[in-house]
């Protein structure tokens, strides 16, 4: 069965960078208005226009005019991986995939909705679950939760490799997730099953641990 408890998310996304990249002189009037809603401090974290409010994002990769950036803060109302029933721990399935491609991403502006990059992205296939399978398949998704394999953990053999490590993780601490304005630290969801059952996911804890 899923673990029960209602984990905050990690939430991830690409956003494609090019129309924001240009020289001044070339910045048209929505380009103008994109950079509203995107703002970049240093070169490691950008601010994200979610409703009214400005969200920091860890820039995780670069790859051309794209990068891959992670949520720096977990979403302050908890979410359910999916129902309670069997193969609940499919991604593609899922009720988490639906709110973060949905509800979540209804928060950004047009704007940046529309410069946001489908990434292909690596799940467990439904077929591997229950069965400590090593079949994976690749589904388009424009928000996604990380896999367990994604945040640099070691080989499993009841866990499928879903994509390839981000350097940015490089210890317990580094997997850490805090609430917004609070230094209190919560468990968080990977998109990974462990595929021994079919309905249980891997998550991290409030020690940036599995299951902690």
Not at 43 to 67: C, F, H, M, S, W
Not at 141 to 167: M, N, W
Request: with cysteine; glycine share 6%.
């Amino acid at each position: 069965m899923i673990k029960r408890r209602n984990n905050s998310n990690y939430i991830v996304l690409t956003l494609l960078l090019a129309a924001i990249l240009l020289s001044a002189c070339e910045k048209s009037a929505d380009q103008l208005n994109v950079l509203a809603d995107l703002r970049t401090f240093g070169d490691k974290t950008i601010y994200i226009k979610e409703d009214d409010d400005y969200k920091p994002y860890y820039v995780l990769r670069q790859n051309g005019n794209a990068v891959l950036v992670l949520r720096k803060l977990l979403l302050a109302e908890p979410h359910p991986y999916n129902k309670n029933e069997r193969f609940g721990a499919y991604y593609a399935s899922s009720e988490i995939d639906d709110f973060l491609n949905a509800d979540f991403i209804d928060r950004l502006s047009t704007l940046t909705r529309d410069n946001i990059v489908t990434s292909e992205i690596e799940i467990t296939h439904i077929d591997s679950l229950g069965s400590v399978g090593g079949q994976k398949e690749t589904i388009e998704r424009a928000v996604f939760l990380l896999s367990y394999h994604e945040l640099g953990l070691p080989e499993l053999s009841i866990v499928v490799k879903e994509g390839q490590p981000i350097d940015f993780f490089k210890d317990d601490a580094s997997r850490i997730a805090y609430f917004e304005g609070t230094d209190t630290a919560s468990g968080w969801w990977t998109r990974t099953p462990d595929s021994w059952y079919d309905s249980v996911v891997i998550s991290y804890g409030y020690d940036g641990r599995v299951g902690g």
